[in-house]
């Protein structure tokens, strides 16, 4: 072949690739239609604008950089237009395969696939279709053999028809609008990222492969914000303030489980060796079992007290004692005829009193205290000081189930930073009795009410549509637990604590021993699920 015929050749494979790139584009913008209709529509014109040429410029760009990476070369390299043909269509349905897959994974999840959403996956498709491996297999290798099929046919037509595409000149008009809505988009990206603009940078994590331009380095890099500024006006926009609260997530509609005994709750507002050493000593008389598990407090009481009342984590707390609501959970047992008391010690103290979250909801003094047998949920709150009434209590409990544990650590005080986050300094001991609790890895303070009222009332959409625990007495992988110590949030997985605090800063420390993991990121589908469950009873108000 002499030098000039293969130059034709070469710029006639070339522009045969340019055309089945723009048959993939097509193909792939079809498809970034499921994401733009599983993901929340923006509230803003702006923000759908931002959207509709976000999506063009993005699904134009991925075709493109996988002709520039993977098919242009071998235009150069193996000059034959069979070879080339088979090839980029088989390479480009492997693309399109992983494209459709990760799309469907967005709808069912929000996030994108990785190695921990594929472990998920895998997961989830283990418990559906138990069994039915041979009919998944065959499902997906069935339609990789479509998608190869439909590569093939796109891949002649444009071989056979190139001269005639090639008159039609509509190429320049279509590149120009694809780079001009990839540049665009990026450009209003950096605006939105500078000026905080909800409607916008709430669509980050929207595509596949998305990284878009962040104005926070690019311009502080260049002197034109200030980034304390900047991460003050966005500890604002994250205040608890904000929070509009949705609770319960849907009209609680409950009925009555069988009869069950009544049930007590004794909280100690801090644990320490007094308590504990007297608890020692009263198990055996009154059949109280420490269990196992890993129980994490509060590092303030106050905010340990909200979490055992309402089962939610602590940044609603302020929206809640400014509404005045009382616990969703309330109003059922009060229907089915619950006997609801609170008791209080001598010595505890005033600002934990229960009528900062609801002026006409207020304890009794632990000196009327009385147990009935059957229909009663008592809730104890004692100090290390009133120690002494514990054991007139357990007497006049002891046919009731039983939990027992405290709001706070011993010496969350005491410690400075991250530091009181280690799982050594976070654990309360929980006891127990009458409770059949499952072998669990970890728990909150927020997993207590729906343990306790799991036997009790049974609501549609279980205890998620009133709280974010979990009930302790069923077994459930419950790695990664998510708790919030405002103004942090921290994730305690197998091996890592993830720290957040309300600027978007983070830490991660291996959870044996608490060393800084420099360098080291959480998964983002980890981030993302625990942020949509924490935030299931709020919706965040934007700007306008």
């Excluded at 926070?216 to 500024?229: F, W």
């Excluded at 129980?295 to 984590?313: E, M």
């Excluded at 109003?331 to 609170?342: A, G, M, S, Y």
């Excluded at 189930?401 to 986050?421: V, Y």
Aim: charged share 20%; with cysteine.
């Amino acid at each position: 072949m002499g030098k000039y015929q293969r130059r034709d050749k070469i710029a006639r494979l070339i522009s045969w690739g340019h055309w089945f790139t723009f048959a993939n584009i097509i193909l792939c913008l079809f498809i970034g239609l499921l994401y733009i209709e599983a993901a929340p529509k923006p509230p803003t014109a702006i923000g759908n604008i931002y959207m509709l040429i976000s999506w063009i410029g993005h699904f134009a760009f991925l075709p493109f950089v996988f002709f520039i990476i993977l098919i242009f070369p071998f235009c150069l390299v193996v000059p034959y237009s069979k070879i080339l043909r088979g090839f980029a269509a088989l390479i480009t349905s492997f693309g399109l395969i992983a494209l459709i897959a990760d799309a469907l994974f967005f709808r069912q999840y929000g996030y994108h696939l990785n190695t921990y959403s594929l472990a998920q996956m895998t997961r989830d498709a283990e418990a559906v279709f138990t069994g039915a491996s041979f009919v998944i297999v065959s499902a997906i290798l069935l339609g990789f053999l479509l998608i190869v099929g439909v590569q093939l046919v796109l891949a002649n037509l444009a071989w056979k028809r190139l001269e005639d595409l090639q008159h039609r000149k509509i190429g320049a008009p279509a590149t120009s609008i694809f780079v001009l809505c990839f540049f665009v988009s990026h450009s209003l990206h950096v605006w939105a990222d500078a000026v905080l603009y909800d409607p916008i940078t709430q669509q980050d994590d929207m595509f596949p492969v998305s990284y878009p331009t962040t104005a926070k380095t690019l311009m502080a890099k260049h002197g034109v914000i200030d980034v304390e500024s900047y991460q003050a006006r966005q500890q604002m926009l994250m205040a608890t303030d904000q929070i509009k609260l949705k609770y319960p997530q849907q009209p609680l509609l409950c009925s009555k489980t069988d009869s069950q005994p009544s049930t007590t709750l004794i909280l100690f507002d801090r644990v320490s060796t007094t308590i504990q050493r007297e608890l020692k000593a009263l198990a055996s008389e009154h059949q109280l079992e420490r269990t196992k598990l890993q129980l994490l407090a509060h590092p303030s009481r106050d905010g340990g007290l909200f979490q055992v009342l309402y089962g939610l984590p602590d940044f609603y707390q302020e929206s809640i004692e400014r509404q005045q609501l009382k616990p969703a959970y309330l109003k059922p047992l009060n229907d089915f005829n619950f006997d609801v008391r609170w008791y209080h010690s001598e010595n505890w103290e005033d600002e934990l009193s229960l009528n900062q979250f609801s002026r006409d909801w207020n304890s009794q003094n632990l000196t009327e205290f009385s147990g009935s047998s059957q229909n009663q949920i008592n809730i104890v709150l004692i100090t290390e000081n009133d120690i002494s009434a514990l054991n007139k209590v357990l007497e006049q409990t002891a046919q009731h189930q039983l939990l027992l544990t405290s709001l706070s650590p011993a010496q969350s005080d005491e410690l400075l930073g991250n530091k009181q986050f280690a799982l050594e300094n976070m654990q309360v001991p929980l006891w127990q009795r009458e409770y059949q609790l499952a072998d669990q890895p970890i728990a909150g303070l927020m997993d207590i009410v729906p343990t306790m009222l799991q036997s009790r009332i049974s609501c549609a959409g279980s205890h998620k549509n009133y709280t974010n625990g979990e009930n302790l007495q069923t077994l459930k992988r419950r790695w990664p637990l998510v708790e919030t110590y405002s103004p942090y949030i921290v994730i305690y997985d197998e091996k890592e604590i993830t720290i957040l605090d309300n600027s978007g800063q983070f830490s991660v420390y291996s959870s044996a021993d608490f060393e800084l993991k420099k360098q080291a990121e959480p998964p983002v589908p980890v981030l993302i699920d625990a942020l949509k469950d924490l935030k299931r009873f709020s919706s965040t108000e934007g700007n306008e």
